[in-house]
DNA sequence: GGTTGCATGTAAGATGTTACATGATTTA
DNA sequence: TAAATCATGTAACATCTTACATGCAACC
C-alpha cells in the first residue's frame, strides 16, 4: 500500500514522470521516508494502471520510455491515506534494535558502538544540512515538496547522535 | 538476519525460553524497534537450531513447549552484528512518507492532518513514560535490558510532536 | 462444559531484494 | 568504438502478514 502511496504522492507532486525517474526520486529525495528499487516499482506501476489511478503514454527516449500521470481517482486515494488516522505504525528500525541489544556488550565494548553511532549520524546531520541549504537558497515562498521531511530528518538524525553519545558517556560510567 | 538477531539477542539477555514467550517479548518491549509475529518465529528458531546458533529442550506445558539456549557461536554472532559498522539503514517509515506528501494538500487540511498526529505522538510519550517510571522503580543499578531503546523511543515521539506542532503552525501560516 | 491462556505449527499471499537480461542514445 | 546513462522488464529468493489448524491446562 504505502509504495504505491508514496509513487502516487511523487507524481501528484512532481507532474508526470517514467518509471526510472520515479526510482531515481527514491534515491534521492524521499529516502528517509522509503525505498523501493525499480524492480518493484514497473509491476507497481503497472497495477496502477490497471486500477485507474494513472495513465500511461507511450514517448521516445532510452529504449521507449512511458510515462504515467496521476488521474484524480488517485488523488483521492492519497487524500483518503493522508487523512486516514490509522497507519500500520509498524516499524523496523536497525538502529533501535542495536540501541536494545547492546547493553548485552561488556559496557566498554558497548560504548565504542555508541561512539561511532554518534559520528555516522553527526555526519548525516551534516550531510542533510547541506541539501537543505543548496535545495532552497533564500526562498521564502511556499514549502517545496520533501522540505518538511527533510526537517524532521535533520532533527532526527541529531536526536540519535545526541542519544548516543549520553548512552556511551552512561555506559564508560559504568565500566 | 534482523530477525535472527532480534531472537538470539533477547535469548541472551533474558535466558532460555520459548518461541511463545519470544512471541510476546516482541509484542511488549521490543516493539519500538522490531516486530515478528509467532507464524515467523518458529521458523526462524528451527533454522537457528540447524545452524548451531541455539539449543533446543522439550518441556513440559501447554502443548509440549520447546525452550531454546544460545550456544557461544550465537552469542558470537549478535557481537559481529552489534560491532559491524555497516547496517542496512534502510529506512521505511510511514510517518515520514505522510511528511513528505502532506503539503500535497491545501495548507488548512495539511494542519489538521499535522496537529492529529502531534496528538498521537503525545499520547505515545506519555505511555511511554509511564512505561519507564513502572519499569524501574528508583533502581539506579544496572541499567535493564530495553532502558536505552526506551529513552531512545520517548525522545524520538517527543520530537516527531515538536515537529508536528511547528509543521501545522507554518502550515496554517500560509493558508 | 465453555472460555481464556499456553503452546506450536503450516499455507497462502503480499512485499521487498538481488540478480539476470535487453536495448537505445549520448558522450568521451 | 567503448563506456556511461537512459530505460524497461523478469526471475528467484528472502521476508513479513494473515489466516487456518491443533491441542493441553486452568479456571469459572
Given at each position: 500500500?504505502?509504495?504505491r502511496?508514496?509513487l ?36 507497481e506501476l503497472g497495477k496502477m494502471v490497471e486500477s485507474?489511478a494513472v ?121
Amino acid at each position: 500500500m504505502s509504495l504505491r502511496i508514496a509513487l502516487l504522492g511523487m507524481l501528484a507532486a512532481k507532474g508526470p514522470a517514467s518509471g526510472y525517474e520515479l526510482a531515481k526520486l527514491f534515491d534521492r529525495s524521499i529516502n528517509l521516508a522509503w525505498q523501493a528499487k525499480h524492480s518493484q516499482i514497473y509491476p507497481e506501476l503497472g497495477k496502477m494502471v490497471e486500477s485507474g489511478a494513472v495513465t500511461v503514454e507511450e514517448a521516445g527516449g532510452g529504449r521507449g520510455r512511458k510515462v504515467y500521470t496521476v488521474t484524480q481517482a488517485g488523488r483521492d486515494e492519497i487524500k483518503q491515506w493522508l487523512t486516514d488516522g490509522d497507519l500500520h505504525r509498524s516499524v523496523r528500525n536497525e538502529i533501535a534494535l542495536r540501541a536494545f541489544l547492546v547493553p548485552i556488550l561488556p559496557p566498554a565494548e558497548a560504548a565504542a558502538v555508541m561512539r561511532a553511532e554518534a559520528e555516522r549520524q553527526a555526519a548525516q546531520v551534516a550531510e542533510l544540512t547541506e541539501l537543505k541549504a543548496r535545495d532552497k537558497p533564500g526562498t521564502p515562498t511556499e514549502p517545496s515538496f520533501g522540505t518538511y521531511a527533510l526537517d524532521l530528518g535533520i532533527r532526527s538524525a541529531e536526536l540519535i547522535r545526541q542519544w548516543a553519545t549520553e548512552t556511551a558517556d552512561d555506559l564508560e560510567r559504568r565500566s
